[in-house]
Structures are given as structure tokens and as C-alpha cells.
């Protein structure tokens, strides 16, 4: 892997130095952030808590990056590689105490189960019919399959019976 310094700009304001990097890592994977860290303390003769990686830009299909790194007065940045290591660790306690406190859930019985929400709402009737001078008329169609009770739904481009599945296509 070899870095390159593309541009270097000093910032007084901020107390930081500000570079633009190219990387070309041949063969390899885009370098982590701690790699990198690494790699730029030992070419610049500096401590990696001064070095923070703000992001890494890799080109699709070639081994090329380029990487905005800041290099502070003071130390403030954490040391990556001491970070990742200790988050293994801590992770691996937690699957440990996971694994040991995981055990066999219970079935409830149906009479425990909490009852669903849902309640079922019956049928307006009075939107299926209209009366008209002493007389009932229907205001849907009867399914041909299923006789007078049953009433068809309509969609856009279809009727359909939702109790024997009877549908007619509408060609418009």
C-alpha cells in the first residue's frame, strides 16, 4: 500500500492540518480506518491519537482511494486499532452471558393468549338495498353459481364472489 500527499492545507482556526491522500493499495481490499491511522503515523512520525480518518473514497474496479484525513495540534482522536480490539472483546462477553441466560420459552395455553384486537363488524344492510315505492331492489348483483343471497363485489375490471370464487372479467 503506498500513500501519497495531494494536497496539505494548514488550519490555525481549528488547530488541525487538513490532507488529501491518494491511496493505491494493489492486490488488497480498501484499507481499514485503523490501517490507515497506522500507516500514517509511521510515515509522518506521529502518534495515532493526533491522526482521525474522516472518509475514504474507493474507485469501483481499480485499486485506488483517496482518504481526507486531519491531523490534530492535540490528541483527541482515539487509538483504532486499541478501539476495535476492545469492542471484540466486549462482544464476545455478550455472547457468552447471551447464550447462557437464552432459555426454553414456554407455550402459553389459549386461554393465556392475549385475545386480538380486531373485532368483526357485521354487514350494512342497508347498503346492499334500496326501497323504492314499497319495493326491495337490489343495489348489487346475485352471484349466478351461489343464487339471490349471495351479491357480487365489484372492482375495476372484474365481479367477484367471495364465497365460491365465481369471477367475470370486464372488457372495456
Same mark, same amino acid.
Given at each position: 500500500?503506498?500513500?501519497?500527499?495531494?494536497?496539505?492545507?494548514?488550519?490555525?482556526?481549528?488547530?488541525?492540518?487538513?490532507?488529501?491522500?491518494?491511496?493505491?493499495?494493489?492486490?488488497?481490499?480498501?484499507?481499514?480506518?485503523?490501517?490507515?491511522?497506522?500507516?500514517?503515523?509511521?510515515?509522518?512520525?506521529?502518534?495515532?491519537?493526533?491522526?482521525?480518518?474522516?472518509?475514504?473514497?474507493?474507485?469501483?474496479?481499480?485499486?485506488?482511494?483517496?482518504?481526507?484525513? /486531519? +491531523?490534530?495540534? $492535540? *490528541?483527541?482522536? !482515539?487509538?483504532?486499532? &486499541? @478501539?476495535?480490539?476492545?469492542?471484540? =472483546?466486549?462482544?464476545? #462477553?455478550?455472547?457468552?452471558?447471551? /447464550? +447462557?441466560?437464552? $432459555? *426454553?420459552?414456554? !407455550?402459553?395455553?389459549? &386461554? @393465556?393468549?392475549?385475545?386480538?384486537? =380486531?373485532?368483526?363488524? #357485521?354487514?350494512?344492510?342497508?347498503?346492499?338495498?334500496?326501497?323504492?315505492?314499497?319495493?326491495?331492489?337490489?343495489? &348489487? @348483483?346475485?352471484?349466478?353459481?351461489?343464487?339471490?343471497?349471495?351479491?357480487?363485489?365489484?372492482?375495476?375490471?372484474?365481479?367477484?364472489?367471495?364465497?365460491?370464487?365465481?369471477?367475470?372479467?370486464?372488457?372495456?
Amino acid at each position: 500500500m503506498k500513500l501519497e500527499i495531494k494536497q496539505d492545507r494548514e488550519n490555525p482556526f481549528l488547530k488541525r492540518r487538513e490532507l488529501l491522500v491518494d491511496i493505491t493499495h494493489e492486490k488488497e481490499p480498501t484499507p481499514t480506518k485503523a490501517a490507515l491511522q497506522k500507516l500514517l503515523s509511521a510515515q509522518l512520525n506521529i502518534e495515532p491519537t493526533y491522526i482521525e480518518i474522516d472518509k475514504i473514497f474507493s474507485k469501483k474496479g481499480i485499486s485506488y482511494s483517496e482518504a481526507k484525513i /486531519k +491531523i490534530w495540534k $492535540e *490528541p483527541i482522536v !482515539k487509538d483504532l486499532e &486499541k @478501539e476495535i480490539k476492545e469492542k471484540q =472483546k466486549t462482544e464476545q #462477553k455478550e455472547t457468552k452471558e447471551e /447464550k +447462557i441466560k437464552e $432459555e *426454553p420459552k414456554e !407455550k402459553k395455553s389459549q &386461554k @393465556e393468549r392475549p385475545k386480538s384486537k =380486531k373485532k368483526h363488524t #357485521k354487514v350494512k344492510i342497508w347498503k346492499l338495498y334500496n326501497i323504492k315505492d314499497n319495493k326491495v331492489e337490489r343495489l &348489487k @348483483e346475485a352471484c349466478p353459481r351461489c343464487g339471490e343471497g349471495t351479491f357480487l363485489a365489484r372492482y375495476k375490471n372484474r365481479t367477484y364472489c367471495g364465497r365460491c370464487g365465481w369471477s367475470q372479467i370486464k372488457n372495456e
